[in-house]
């Protein structure tokens, strides 16, 4: 269990250097406070380009967008916890084309987990935004009962789905998740599923196996893996994210790596980013979204800001 | 995840679980009588047949027949369990060791290990092996110099289920009328963390549904009043299935109660563990002490000797002669004039057994049918 005291003297303490620093940010031109998140790296752009958005990791469209790095730490706030991790960090490139969004998520891992076996795990990866019927940010880590979010969740094994085992039975009428329409059970079509979640141990899949709403596709080479998500800009369903061109929105990243055992809760994950869908209008516009963002949970942006202080 | 303090009788103690204490209406359990087993795998394939012939299920054996010491399925895992938790002491009856929940490592809800592959490759490894060397002029003495023994082995369908502590996703549920603890198959997002915490490695991982699944304790038999396909098919008519008490509100008719909790020669596996299996054992009389309080607690020697006193005890052999006689639940047994009946749930009666086998003796020559008869039984 966290020692509470401890955290809240951190806490209170982080909240005092955060108003400090809020007070004097007002006191300058608003686009300098979002120049100060740009290079503090706190959003992602989604660069605006035109024509279709690519799903290939390998695509040169790519190159139009510019990434940032996100920080990853071991999840350590529910059990089953883990305190270390080979992976460290990630990069992330988004892109959109007024109609469409597109990320790109590359991150280093020396090993290709794409089998599953009772002891072997797959590799994966997951955006998660807060639903579009969540006022405000929901918590960081899988959204509350409260406010819901909306993770985007590719696994390495459903993307090579390299079933080559040998299978000795032929009876179908034994698959209990099948029947029971369980959709990690269904063949799957994508490599991508789009859940919502209020909490850990809360992930649902929101869709059938074959029509989720979000496409996607990964690659592994020489020890790194590249992962697009694709989605419209809008969605139906209130627990989906909406954007939209000018708009910004929290998100948040977790990394499963399969040969350490990582799957569920165990994992590695960042604290909320913001994604900013560029528009020709000046780039201030997000000031403001980001202001309301970070101004009403000051607290968590000082977690933002103390674990920032700490990795970059 | 909050820790509670629960009761476990079976440790005569307190000790910590993920969960609060919630005992089911009625608890689901079973008798397995380990000196009658003879390893014809029967349960085994009765269950096999009947639950896992799908794919990914080819190598699961929820009712599985293994030797002991040298057989396991999974491979060593009781070994690998007992080693990961160290050292289990017992102070009299109280076990003052650490249960796996008590034992778990930083920041994960159980002590456990996830099983390789091919640690299930083999299910039947070690089949009758002894253990000792048989010796010139060696004579047979009890207990045995040269032993082994078949441990008969379900999911426990423990009170405080490992399975159901560490799954993150709560899939993993034990029903309130009865006790069973089922996998929902609509829940489970594969993620192993209960093959890693059952002790027993009584859930399984099945690649092809990529979740979890375990013993149903054949709950659509278990409603309709009948016993599980494991136990009303057994050959050597080893178990039995009934309705278990707390012990302080044992029913000498219930024969889990009476075999349990009044004549305490039924012993549950590894108590230590902290689950409150619900599968009880009644010890092998050959095999030496030592191995077997490790096994089954610091009862067992009470329990052989009172099992021996079975010949002169008319009720304690009345509970051991239902066993197989019905393929419906024995809840009560009454035994009058050599005879044991079998009741159901309702007080209704099921089945009427002579605790003597009637012997007839019948000429060696056949005047009616000229024939001689030879010595069959
Ligand atoms: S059917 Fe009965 S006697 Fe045969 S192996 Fe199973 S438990 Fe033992
Ligand atoms: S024996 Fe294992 S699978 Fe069965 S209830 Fe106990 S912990 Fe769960």
């Known amino acids: 269990m966290r020692n509470k005291s401890q955290k809240s003297e951190v806490r209170s303490q982080k909240s005092k250097e955060l108003v400090t620093f809020f007070l004097l940010l007002l006191t300058v031109h608003c686009s300098l406070f979002t120049d100060y998140a740009y290079s503090q790296g706190l959003i ?80 994966a990866v997951a955006l998660e935004f807060p639903s579009s019927s969540s006022e405000g940010k929901p918590h960081f880590a899988m959204g509350d009962t409260e406010k819901t979010v909306n993770i985007w969740f590719w696994k390495a ?5 390299s ?53 996607g596709s990964g690659k592994w080479k020489s020890g790194k893996w590249a992962v697009v998500f694709k989605r419209p800009l809008t969605s139906d369903g209130r627990f989906n994210v909406k954007f939209k061109e000018g708009s910004v929105t929290p998100l948040a990243f977790a990394v499963w790596n399969g040969s350490e055992g990582d799957r569920g809760g165990r994992k590695v994950v960042s604290t909320w980013y913001y994604v900013g869908f560029e528009t020709e209008e000046k780039k201030t516009i997000y000031f403001y979204p980001v202001l309301a963002f970070i101004g009403a949970l000051g607290i968590e942006a000082g977690i933002i800001m103390g674990i920032r202080r700490k990795r970059v | 995840m909050a820790k509670n303090k629960v009761n476990n009788w079976q440790i005569r103690r307190e000790m910590f679980y993920p969960y609060e204490e919630v005992r ?54 009781d070994v690998k369990i007992l080693e990961a938790l160290g050292a289990q002491n017992w102070d009299g009856d109280r076990y003052s060791g650490k249960t796996i929940f008590e034992a778990a490592p930083k920041g994960q809800a159980v002590e456990g290990y996830l099983p390789e592959d091919a640690d299930y490759a083999y299910p039947n490894v070690g089949e009758d092996e002894p253990f000792g060397e048989v010796k010139k002029g060696d004579y047979i003495t009890i207990p045995h110099r040269v032993w082994h023994f078949y441990l008969p082995r379900i999911c426990n369908h423990c009170t405080y289920p490992a399975c159901v502590g560490a799954c993150p996703r709560k899939a993993i549920y034990k029903r309130e009328e009865d006790g069973i603890v089922l996998v929902d198959q609509k829940r489970c997002r594969g993620y192993r963390e209960c093959v890693r915490a059952c002790p027993y490695k009584k859930v399984f ?59 305490k020669v039924a012993l549950p596996l590894f108590p230590q563990f902290g689950l409150e299996p619900n599968v009880y054992y009644i010890p092998p009389i050959h095999v030496p002490a030592p191995y077997l309080r490790q096994m089954f607690g610091p009862g067992v020697e009470q329990a052989i000797k009172t099992y021996k006193t079975a010949q002169n005890d008319e009720t ?62």
Request: glycine content about 6%.
């Open chain 2, 205 to 263: 991982f099945n690649k092809t549904t990529k979740i979890a699944e375990k013993c149903i304790a054949c709950y659509p038999l278990i409603e309709k009043g009948e016993q599980t396909q494991c136990i009303r098919t057994c050959i050597g008519r080893i178990r039995l299935n009934g309705w278990l008490h707390l012990p302080e509100k044992a029913d000498p008719s219930n024969p889990m109660d009476y075999l349990v909790h009044i004549k």
């Open chain 2, 316 to 377: 304690l052999l009345g509970a051991l002669t239902v066993f197989g006689s019905s393929e419906f639940r024995v809840s009560k047994f009454r035994v009058s004039k050599g005879v044991v009946t079998g009741y159901d749930d309702k007080g209704d009666e099921l089945v009427k057994v002579p605790l003597k086998e009637p012997v007839f003796i019948r000429p060696f020559h056949d005047e009616k049918l000229q024939v001689y008869r030879h010595n069959i039984t």
């Open chain 1, 44 to 123: 992602v752009m989604a660069n605006k380009i035109s024509g279709e958005l690519p799903l290939d990791p390998d695509n040169s469209a790519w190159n139009r967008a510019s990434g940032i790095e996100i920080p990853l730490a071991p999840q350590v706030m529910a059990k089953p916890r883990v305190y270390e991790s080979g992976i460290k960090k990630l990069n992330v490139r988004a892109l959109h084309n007024t109609k469409e969004a597109a990320f790109l998520l590359t991150w280093e891992d020396n090993t290709e987990d794409a089998a599953v076996d009772v002891d072997r795990f797959s590799d």
């Open chain 1, 163 to 215: 079933d080559g085992d040998k299978v000795y039975a032929t009876s179908d009428d034994f698959l209990g998740g099948v029947l029971a329409g369980n959709p990690v059970s269904e063949e799957r079509t994508l490599p991508v599923e789009n859940l919502v979640a209020q909490g850990f141990g809360s992930a649902t899949d929101m869709e059938k196996a074959d029509i989720q709403n979000i496409t």
């Open chain 2, 24 to 77: 089911p209406q009625k608890q689901f359990a079973a008798v397995f009588d380990i000196n009658k087993c003879i390893a014809c795998q029967t349960c085994t394939m009765a269950c096999k047949q009947t639950w896992t012939t799908g794919r990914g299920q080819e190598y699961m054996f929820w009712n599985n027949v293994e030797s002991k010491p040298y057989g396991f399925y999974p491979l060593a895992w």
């Open chain 1, 157 to 161: 094994a459903w993307q090579s789905r």
